[in-house]
């Protein structure tokens, strides 16, 4: 329903509801009713999931691919398990910031509840996608580096390869 504040929201007016409906229906009288609250979704509810941990790195394109770059195309950052599945984190961009500075952050994750902190290393990708679609396309230009939580140092992510 639109405007009614989310899942948890209407969760607690439907209690909310069956609760009076429930009083009103057994004949007790206003006096006679014991003290009803609803709860209210508080703002840590709602909050996204933080770990603190941060994943600083720098986007570069190697001089090699630079004439295959085509400035308006979408350039997207990704964080992978490299046990596989979806990216935990995402972030695009376009190809005429290069090179840039970035810093991949719990703001970033993809999964609700999930965190940079599950992790203790991460496949960093960066990847120039002709298509603007973030799934690697057949001339897409793209680097990857494996990124290790213990060590905490920037990462320095060089786009260096085309996608076959």
């Not at 600083?56 to 950052?77: G, N």
């Not at 190809?95 to 994750?109: H, I, Y």
């Not at 599950?118 to 230009?141: H, I, N, Q, Y």
Request: glycine letters at 10%; proline letters at 10%; charged letters at 15%.
């Amino acid at each position: 329903m639109p405007g009614s504040g989310g899942p948890i929201r209407r969760g607690v007016r439907a209690l909310a509801v069956v609760a009076l409906v429930g009083v009103a229906s057994t004949g007790i009288s206003a006096a006679e009713r014991p003290a009803m609250t609803v709860p209210t979704p508080s703002a840590a509810t709602n909050a996204p999931a933080t770990s603190g941990k941060t994943i600083a790195l720098r986007v570069e394109l190697a001089p090699a691919l630079k004439s295959r770059l085509q400035p308006d195309a979408a350039l997207f950052v990704l964080a992978r398990n490299p046990a596989g599945g979806p990216p935990v984190a995402v972030v695009r961009r376009t190809a005429s910031e290069l090179p840039f500075a970035l810093t991949l952050t719990d703001q970033n994750v993809m999964t609700p509840g999930m965190t940079l902190g599950m992790f203790d290393e991460l496949t960093l990708v960066a990847r120039v996608a002709f298509t603007g679609r973030p799934t690697a396309t057949s001339g897409d230009l793209f680097g990857e580096v494996r990124y290790d939580f213990r060590g905490g140092q920037p990462v320095r992510l060089i786009i260096d390869r085309v996608v076959p």
